[in-house]
Structure formats: structure tokens, C-alpha cells
């Protein structure tokens, strides 16, 4: 018998945020789908890149392509960057910076 062993040395590619959408004080955050051929892709990680008051990043790796941060202040851009990571624990390069206003409280967004 001939057996084939693979190692998985690849990074997860097409890593980046596809939307963002805003309310006065929470902003949610969503990666596009990204992809990994040998392991398949385990996690995200949300980085909040601003420093602006209330931002928040991941405490933790997330499966959901989602991230909600919340308890931010009104009118005020957040930036964002997301990284994922491969079911063997390959990590890609955090994506490009996605930013957006929060909403002015009782109006829309800039």
C-alpha cells in the first residue's frame, strides 16, 4: 500500500469585510466567506483599528463571520480589519481597513 500524507502549510485566502452597517451606538461587522482548500477555515478574528471610545475587537476566535460591537459612541468612525484562520491553525494576514460612522442618534449615518 502507498499512502500520501498532506501537510496543510497554507494560510486562509479571500479574507476580508464585505459589509458593514451601523445604528447610533453598535456597528456589525461581517467578513466575506474566506477559503482554504487543504484544512477548510475555522475561525475569524475583528480587530477594531481606531481607538476611537467604546470600539471593541474579538476576545476570542469566532466561528460566525459576524462581529457585533456595541456600546459605541454616535457619529464617530469605527475601522475594523478581520484575519481567519485554518482548521490546522494557519492564520492569514489581517484584511485591509473597512470603516463606517455610527449613526448621528436620531439621523443616518455619514
Known sequence: ETFIIRVDTSSPTNVGISSISATAHQLTVTAQTATDSESGVHSYWFKETSGNPGGSSSVDWQTSEIFVDDNLSSNTQYCYQVKA???????SDYSTISCLYTLIAGGAAL
Open 85 to 91: 484562520k485554518d482548521n490546522v491553525g494557519n492564520e
